[in-house]
């Protein structure tokens, strides 16, 4: 018996439920997705478009292989400490890389998570570190891109752009560090790199719950102290007095008392 049209078909269906499950599911749930509203006093579009030199950028970090060491995407709080080390105040979503030509989430962690790379360093940080990494964090395992930079001779007034390092780091007596432009461009992508604002999807943490204390600002209700079984109401519905053997002498103004 011949089983080839039915291997055939059966290779066929794989294929297509594949197909269906990772490419055109995925493009018909989010390929659509536009800016959202931040969920703030002052609701803003997020997110916005990268500067041209940061879009630069991402093609140079495409091509420099920062993507097999270091990730961009913040994991919820049940699913690892990432934000318990600061890489982010909330989890990353799908509007967060609405503009991204290339998301570059990444695979492994040599390095630190650069979601929000932008709001620990600037692009002076970054470029010191694309230098050295060593010259910043004496223990870090980053290679030098030593390849994105000119020494150069200074000539009659320093560089603007010079790269300043410390000791042991710098470029010889007379000569200075100048970033190229893929540096630069580089350098304002990772400084670029925020997921800050808070969405609907991802909300701002609760605040304290299961509190009796007074709201901050509300006024002062407790007042002295008055004797136990006062209404604090009407303080003349005071608790009944005792006579000097102990029974209860009624309050004329309270409902208990004989009627005369």
């Known amino acids: 018996m011949n089983n080839g049209p039915m291997l055939f078909l059966g290779l066929f269906a ?22 959202a509203t931040t969920v703030a006093a002052l609701p803003a579009v997020y997110p916005n ?17 920062c993507v097999y060491c270091h990730t961009q995407q913040v994991r919820p709080r049940e699913l690892g400490p990432d934000l318990a080390r600061g890489w982010g105040i909330r989890r990353s979503v799908a509007h967060d890389y609405i503009y991204a030509q290339t998301v570059m989430l990444g695979a492994q962690r040599v390095g630190p998570d650069l979601a929000n790379a932008g709001l ?24 030098p ?17 010079a790269l300043a390092v410390g000791r042991g780091f710098a ?32 909300p701002p943490p609760p605040g304290p719950t299961g509190t009796n204390a007074p709201a901050a600002g509300s006024p002062d209700v ?39």
């Open 222 to 260: 407790s007042g002295p102290a008055l004797p136990a079984g006062t209404n604090r109401a009407n303080p003349q519905l005071a608790a009944p007095k005792q006579n000097e053997g102990g029974s209860a002498i009624p309050n004329p103004q309270s409902s208990d008392a004989p009627a005369k």
């Open 120 to 143: 620990r360093m600037d692009a002076a940080a970054v470029l010191a570190r694309l230098w050295d990494a060593r010259a910043v964090e004496p223990k870090s395992l980053m290679p």
């Open 171 to 202: 470029a010889p007596q007379g000569y200075e560090i100048v970033p190229r432009p893929a540096a630069r461009a580089l350098a304002a992508y990772v400084a670029s790199l925020r997921q800050e604002p808070y969405l609907f999807e991802a």
């Open 49 to 65: 478009a990268a500067p041209g030199l940061a879009r630069q950028g991402a093609e140079v970090y495409r091509a420099s292989g």
């Open 145 to 161: 891109y030593k390849y994105l930079f000119d020494v150069r001779k200074i000539g009659r007034t320093p560089s603007p752009d």
């Open 14 to 35: 794989s294929m297509a439920i594949s197909w269906v499950t990772f490419v055109l599911g995925p493009q018909v749930q989010m390929g659509n997705l536009q800016p």
